[in-house]
């Protein structure tokens, strides 16, 4: 179209209109032809992603293994979180920022008619992948286990007491990706339960976004995989040529016009 208007200027002095209307049409295109190199790019970077190869699997004690805080006829468990810092009674209704301190209830009631010795346990492994404890309520921590513990009581019938604990997520929450072993662990969420599951999300980091975009794809193949990412890198070739091309006819326009050449 270029040529052609440019080899009929001589003959026709009126066709200067049309190329100014050319030239818009060309930075039209030149800026989809950006925006379309730019999903591309994106593109490719995730399926660089989905072709890695999956993470490491977790040793066991990242695994959440917190049966043993199930209630019972007799002895009801129950968990609730605030953020403390939002100034949160609920913690889950809201993602959790870095540095947020997040506080923990563990209530145990004996629904029982004879006393009952009761053993609390607070598992912590899934919450210390993004935290901290700062406050055990009185407990102690096993660090190869990550389990809360606090000493045996004695509960009478129809009496309930409750323990308090605190964390503090990491100034920088990090983005190890989900272990192939335990799609829990590095979720962006601080999970475990006592009685009842409690999930306070917490606020991902871009790397996170990306694994769970490549996550929610298809499984395929490798030989897709690289057919596919060839594909990609060819056509991203293809937009960078016609941008540049389209960027050279723009300049050169422009330069025979301000020089009166045309």
């Known amino acids: 179209m270029f040529r052609k208007i440019v080899s009929s200027l001589p003959f026709s002095p009126a066709l200067v209109g049309q190329l100014g209307f050319y030239v818009r049409e060309l930075r039209k295109e030149q800026l989809m032809r950006r925006l379309g190199l730019v999903f591309i790019v994106l593109t490719a970077i995730v399926q660089a992603f989905a072709m890695l190869e999956p993470p490491q699997a977790l040793s066991a004690r990242s695994v959440d293994a917190g049966t043993s805080n199930a209630s019972s006829p007799s002895i009801i468990r129950a968990k609730s979180a605030r953020n403390l810092t939002q100034g949160l009674a609920d913690a889950t209704t809201k993602p959790a920022q870095p540095g947020d301190r997040i506080e923990y209830t563990l209530r145990t009631t004996n629904n029982s008619t004879d006393p009952i010795a009761i053993d609390t346990n607070e598992n912590l492994a899934d919450v210390l992948e993004y935290a901290t404890l700062i406050q055990d309520g009185g407990g102690t921590l096993d660090t ?99 941008t540049v091309q389209f960027a050279k006819e723009i300049k050169l326009i422009r330069h025979e016009l301000s020089g009166g050449t045309i």
Do not use: M
């Open 144 to 242: 190869t286990t990550q389990t809360l513990h606090w000493d045996s009581i004695v509960l009478q019938p129809g009496q309930s007491y409750s323990r308090r604990l605190a964390v503090q997520l990491f100034d920088t929450i990090p983005g190890t990706p989900i272990a192939s072993n335990n799609p829990l662990s590095y979720d962006c969420k601080l999970t475990n339960s006592y009685g009842n599951a409690v999930t306070v999300p917490i606020e991902c980091p871009p790397s996170k976004i990306i694994e769970n975009t490549v996550r929610a794809l298809p499984p395929v193949n490798q030989t897709a995989n690289i057919s596919f990412s060839t594909l990609l890198v060819l056509l991203a070739f293809i937009l960078y040529v016609r």
